[in-house]
């Protein structure tokens, strides 16, 4: 009955949208936005998919760059409220992904992920070096192809026995991502003299903001949540929020802060987790704001180029993912990982798209021709939400797969 009635609330909401023109204000574009979700996470279940595909589909129907239920007005008002969730989602991983875990095995499966990323980004880059697109795009695409999403890890696992040692790969290959990312935008500009500070600032800062992300989280759980009942259901909340003005005001990263939250959380923390840590809500709101932002719309103004460009994109982010996780694991010795595990570290996310908005523009200045700031961007996020579907049909196949092997065995 609660189905049926989500149901029509949004049919109703869709109607007075189109018959009349209404911009609702961002009280309802949010409830809107969390009814779409609720709808499609069902659809997902029912497929037995990660409902992480639904929560994007949600934003990208409901958002600008569709039915336009939600306008860039709305997503730009969200802003704020999406990044502390971002880091009280990714505070939650380190802490899942570091609970429990032996040191040895927390170095090795990192150290995994960040061979993975480097293999995969040599690979992708020694693909198109023949190719006659700019030495930009073609380091841009080797380091998005290197990059890949530990929260998508994260959510996409559930229940998963091995889900901490994938997440661990995740975060060491996400990490080095973001040094490599820096270090070409510092050195993509000759003329500048200081090059090498800018190399290396990405490391400082993602240091500083971890040490800086541990000690709040020590000195909050002291001074906020064992002194104060009251705020002990929105504790995550109130901690990022509160740390979140001094962001830019002492230059630090906001990701690498939840970091240090989480490797607190993980290693010294007792607390039981609060009601907000339970829920899927964060998760809800973080992967539709993601969804919004696709620029699905603009696929037809990307031209023959742009097109050839997204689909090389896609197909590489599948084959080198699959490709260097099996070569690192060799390496390591690892336990051979199964295609389903790997396609888990397959499908890009918001902490891509995070990096890729932040690093992107320091390529602008040697970027020429058909391939702008604008259209790179574009090609770069329809290749992952390309990615994203190939992902969900490849994690279809295995099941259908997995199926027949048992009724075989039967």
Request: one cysteine or more.
């Amino acid at each position: 009955m609660l189905n049926i009635l989500s149901f029509l609330i949004l049919i109703i909401i869709t109607l007075i949208r189109i018959h009349s023109g209404y911009s609702p204000n961002p009280l309802l574009s949010a409830g809107t936005l969390a009814l779409a979700a609720y709808l499609f996470s069902l659809v997902m279940r029912f497929l037995r998919l990660p409902v992480t595909v639904g929560f994007i589909l949600a934003g990208l129907i409901a958002g600008e760059h569709g039915l336009g239920f939600v306008g860039k007005q709305f997503t730009e008002y969200m802003t704020l409220i999406e990044s502390i969730l971002v880091m009280m989602v990714i505070s939650l991983a380190v802490k899942h992904m570091i609970s429990h875990q032996s040191p040895g095995n927390i170095i090795k499966n990192c150290s995994m992920g960040a061979v993975a990323a480097v293999l995969s980004c040599t690979l992708a880059t020694g693909f198109v070096a023949p190719s006659a697109h700019p030495v930009s795009v073609k380091i841009i695409f080797g380091l998005f192809a290197s990059l890949v999403s530990p929260l998508m890890v994260f959510v996409s696992t559930d229940k998963q026995p091995r889900r901490a040692q994938l997440l661990q790969a995740a975060f060491g290959g996400f990490v080095v991502s973001v040094i490599a990312w820096g270090v070409a935008t510092a050195f993509m500009n000759p003329h500048n003299p200081d090059r090498i500070k800018m190399a290396l600032m990405p490391l400082i800062i993602g240091l500083t903001s971890t040490v800086v992300g541990f000690v709040w989280a020590y000195v909050s759980e002291k001074l906020i949540h064992t002194t104060s009942r009251s705020l002990q259901s929105l504790y995550p909340l109130t901690t990022m929020l509160l740390m979140y003005p001094f962001i830019k005001i002492a230059g630090l990263d906001y990701i690498f802060l939840a970091v240090g939250t989480g490797l607190y959380e993980g290693c010294f923390s007792d607390r039981e987790p609060c009601l907000i840590e339970k829920s899927a809500l964060p998760l809800l709101f973080v992967f539709v704001l993601f969804g919004t932002r696709l620029p699905i719309d603009q696929m037809y103004l990307l031209g023959k180029t742009g097109w050839t460009l997204a689909l090389i994109f896609t197909l590489f982010f599948l084959f080198t993912r699959i490709t260097t996780f099996f070569i690192t694991a060799r390496i390591f010795s690892f336990p051979r990982p199964t295609l389903r595990e790997i396609n888990y570290c397959i499908p890009l996310g918001p902490l891509s798209l995070f990096i890729l908005t932040r690093f992107l523009p320091g390529f602008n200045g040697v970027l020429s021709g058909e391939i702008n700031l604008a259209t790179l961007y574009t090609v770069c996020t329809m290749s992952m939400f390309i990615t994203i579907i190939l992902s969900t049909v490849l994690h279809i196949s295995f099941r259908i797969g997995m199926k027949k092997t048992v009724q075989l065995d039967e």
